[in-house]
């Protein structure tokens, strides 16, 4: 079992950044590949970021690539996205997921509750 907690959503301007983190409890997260999803109002729930867990592969939407960051501390249980560059279409509710298959996975068994992140022009 994995619980998740996200933060770091919050206000931004245009061309800005934030990072958002996701805390998770479970002495197994670091074999779980970690995810971030995101929901804009009136759309479909989409994947933006994935982290092997090793951290070695990482895995992009094309819309953030060179833009968005994912990272992990596995010693901390955290997950990270550092989102720079950030555009309105950016806004969303962020989600943090866990998942046990390797690769950049379609089946994510834990989900946090999420964060907002809002993008002013």
């Known amino acids: 079992q994995v619980q998740l907690v996200e933060s770091g959503g919050g206000l931004v301007q245009a061309g800005g950044s934030l990072r958002l983190s996701c805390a998770a409890s479970?002495?197994?997260?670091?074999?779980?590949?970690m995810g971030w999803f995101r929901q804009a109002p009136g759309k479909e729930r989409e994947f933006v970021a994935a982290?092997?867990?090793?951290?070695?592969?990482?895995y992009y939407v094309d819309s953030v690539k060179g833009r968005f960051t994912i990272s992990r501390d596995n010693a901390k249980n955290t997950v990270y996205l550092q989102m720079n560059s950030l555009k309105p279409e950016d806004t969303a509710v962020y989600y943090c997921?866990?998942?046990?298959?390797?690769?950049?996975?379609?089946?994510?068994?834990?989900w946090g509750q999420g964060t907002q992140v809002t993008v002013s022009s």
């Open positions: 997921a866990a998942s046990p298959f390797r690769g950049s996975p379609t089946r994510y068994d834990y």
């Open positions: 479970g002495r197994t997260f670091s074999t779980y590949t």
């Open positions: 982290n092997s867990w090793s951290g070695g592969n990482t």
